[in-house]
């Protein structure tokens, strides 16, 4: 069973009173998609949920201490109780060294 699909079928378990959600600490879940996913508790300490579509997850109480949420979507997601010390919504992955080829946007000074 790959990671995608393991994922899927615990989301849509309905959570049990006393029993843990899931152990998923240090995991790399790059682009997963798990929106609108039963996760609350879950333990997601230093996963690695860049891209992660967790729209409309509930991921009440679920430990996301120094996980990686870059470019994951939150929206409508349920965060009561979650603990996010130490989550880097911000953490980069390593980019490789290049001329930047963003166009500039309107306005900008350094727009040519």
Same mark, same amino acid.
């Given at each position: 069973m790959d990671v995608q699909a393991a994922l899927t079928v615990l989301g849509r378990l309905p959570p049990l009173e006393g029993v843990a959600r899931a152990d998923l600490a240090d995991a790399h879940l790059t682009g997963a998609n798990v929106a609108a996913a039963?996760?609350?508790?879950?333990?997601?300490?230093? =996963?690695? #949920?860049?891209? =992660?579509? #967790?729209?409309? =997850?509930?991921l009440t109480g679920a430990e996301l201490r120094g996980a990686t949420l870059t470019r994951a979507i939150l929206g409508e997601a349920t965060l009561n109780r979650a603990i996010l010390g130490e989550a880097d919504p911000d953490r980069r992955l390593p980019q490789r060294r290049g001329p930047d080829r963003r166009r500039p946007r309107r306005g900008d000074p350094d727009r040519r």
């Open positions: 039963e996760l609350s508790g879950s333990y997601l300490r230093r =996963a690695t #949920l860049t891209s =992660a579509d #967790l729209k409309g =997850a509930d």
